[in-house]
């Protein structure tokens, strides 16, 4: 599904949002605000973003 208008776009995340989401969640200082541990690896984002995935499909996560 895909969501836009003229200031966002909200759409599903996919296996090349991988390295986007790695440097997000890799980011020591920003973590802190998240409240959990930063990745240390490339595929902790690759399995977090198949969870999402799994969870949209299931229908426990949108």
Request: glycine residues 4%; hydrophobic residues 35%; charged residues 35%.
């Amino acid at each position: 599904m895909i969501t836009e208008n003229t200031k966002i776009t909200i759409r599903e995340l996919t296996e090349s949002d991988v390295k986007v989401i790695f440097e997000l969640y890799s980011d020591k200082e920003a973590m802190k605000f998240r409240g959990s541990k930063p990745f240390e690896s490339l595929k902790e984002a690759a399995d977090m973003v198949k969870k999402v995935r799994e969870n949209i499909n299931n229908g426990t996560e949108y």
